[in-house]
């Protein structure tokens, strides 16, 4: 599906949306280091994971000021959804236990869960497997108005598929451009497109998988095929850095989170939301109330 830099929307007008993508980046200055610059070589061992000087203090510091994002992030989803007129898709990757199902929880608590929806990619249905890689994600975008989460996601298929085997690196670098031209037809599109790698370290994982064998409401998470893929983690950093170096785009950037500690990780992906969507030229629409009598 490749497109040209000047790509007009279907009604034939050109479409504006990504002429604004490098202004809705600009106002996250403190978080400026975890966004990874297109074409920028990249290495997962530049990023400490248990880093906490992208926080604004310390932990009940943060914490009280991530209350404060989450009750604007609730007031810009309204906003956001009576606009009508952009989207907003987050794709959370990262190792088992990295908290994507928590940072979704946490984020967006205070979020009506009107215009809001969260996608759990597992293991392609044989349907799915009938269909291109990307058809079963491109179903799940979010519509004008919404914010949608991809737990896990496309990405999936230039990851496991990569460290299991079961693509060439033919493949893996034919699907990176296919991301690519896949992620520019939804800006252009109106959907405005964020990636957060939550970063954790090995020590972090072994201490999370030990916690959900030791709590009893935690163990129905646990599988046994996560130690296999832990045995595996080198592989899957490499992997991960390949595929955020080649799809890391101004207009679909990477944002790498130090997820060790969660009070970061959740901060880091509310902060990053509210400041994007204050950057949208929002308003709220203004109906006509002449021949409006309310008795």
Same mark, same amino acid.
Not at 9 to 25: D, N, T
Not at 145 to 164: A, Q, T
Not at 171 to 195: A, H, M, P, W
Not at 197 to 204: A, G, R, T, Y
């Given at each position: 599906?490749?497109?040209?830099?000047?790509?007009?929307?279907?009604?034939?007008?050109?479409?504006? &949306?990504?002429?604004?993508?490098?202004? @809705?980046?600009?106002?996250?200055?403190?978080?400026?280091?975890?966004?990874?610059?297109? #074409?920028?070589?990249?290495?997962?061992?530049?990023?400490?994971?248990?880093?906490? #000087?992208?926080?604004?203090?310390?932990?009940?510091?943060?914490?009280?000021?991530?209350?404060?994002?989450?009750?604007?992030?609730?007031?810009?989803?309204?906003?956001? &959804?009576?606009?009508?007129?952009?989207?907003?898709?987050?794709?959370?990757?990262?190792?088992?236990?990295?908290? %994507?199902?928590?940072?979704?929880?946490?984020?967006? /608590?205070?979020?009506?869960?009107?215009?809001?929806?969260?996608?759990?990619?597992?293991?392609?249905?044989?349907?799915?497997?009938? /269909?291109?890689?990307?058809?079963?994600?491109?179903? !799940?975008?979010?519509?004008k108005g919404e914010i949608v989460f991809f737990n896990r996601s496309h990405?999936e298929d230039v990851l496991i598929v990569r460290v299991h085997g079961w693509?060439? +690196?033919? *493949?893996?670098?034919?699907?990176?451009?296919? @991301?690519?031209?896949? +992620?520019?037809?939804?800006?252009?599109?109106?959907?405005?497109?964020?990636?957060? &790698?939550?970063?954790?370290?090995?020590? *972090?994982?072994?201490?999370?998988?030990?916690?959900?064998?030791?709590?009893?409401?935690?163990?129905?998470?646990?599988?046994?095929?996560?130690?296999?893929?832990? %045995?595996?983690?080198? #592989?899957? !950093?490499?992997?991960?850095?390949?595929?955020? +170096?080649?799809?890391?785009?101004?207009?679909?950037?990477?944002?790498?989170?130090?997820?060790?500690?969660?009070?970061?990780?959740?901060?880091?992906?509310?902060?990053?939301?509210?400041?994007?969507? *204050?950057?949208?030229?929002?308003?709220?629409?203004?109906?006509?109330?002449?021949?409006?009598? @309310?008795?």
């Amino acid at each position: 599906m490749p497109l040209s830099g000047n790509a007009m929307s279907p009604g034939g007008y050109r479409c504006k &949306f990504h002429m604004k993508s490098s202004r @809705i980046f600009a106002n996250m200055s403190r978080l400026d280091r975890l966004r990874i610059a297109p #074409d920028e070589k990249f290495r997962l061992g530049d990023f400490d994971p248990a880093d906490r #000087d992208v926080a604004p203090g310390d932990k009940d510091e943060t914490t009280e000021k991530l209350a404060k994002l989450e009750d604007r992030l609730g007031e810009l989803q309204e906003l956001l &959804f009576a606009d009508h007129t952009r989207a907003l898709l987050v794709v959370l990757q990262g190792m088992d236990t990295s908290g %994507k199902d928590g940072t979704v929880r946490h984020v967006m /608590h205070g979020v009506s869960p009107l215009g809001v929806r969260a996608v759990p990619f597992k293991k392609p249905t044989p349907a799915e497997q009938d /269909h291109d890689f990307l058809w079963r994600a491109h179903a !799940q975008t979010p519509g004008k108005g919404e914010i949608v989460f991809f737990n896990r996601s496309h990405y999936e298929d230039v990851l496991i598929v990569r460290v299991h085997g079961w693509i060439d +690196e033919k *493949e893996c670098r034919r699907r990176y451009d296919q @991301i690519n031209d896949f +992620e520019r037809l939804l800006v252009e599109s109106g959907t405005i497109v964020l990636k957060f &790698f939550l970063h954790i370290s090995k020590d *972090e994982q072994r201490k999370r998988l030990r916690a959900r064998v030791e709590d009893p409401t935690k163990r129905w998470k646990f599988q046994m095929g996560d130690l296999d893929e832990r %045995k595996l983690w080198s #592989d899957y !950093q490499s992997a991960y850095e390949h595929a955020i +170096e080649k799809t890391s785009t101004k207009l679909a950037p990477w944002i790498v989170v130090p997820a060790d500690h969660k009070w970061v990780r959740n901060y880091v992906v509310a902060k990053t939301l509210v400041d994007t969507l *204050e950057s949208l030229d929002m308003k709220y629409p203004a109906p006509d109330l002449k021949a409006a009598v @309310i008795e």
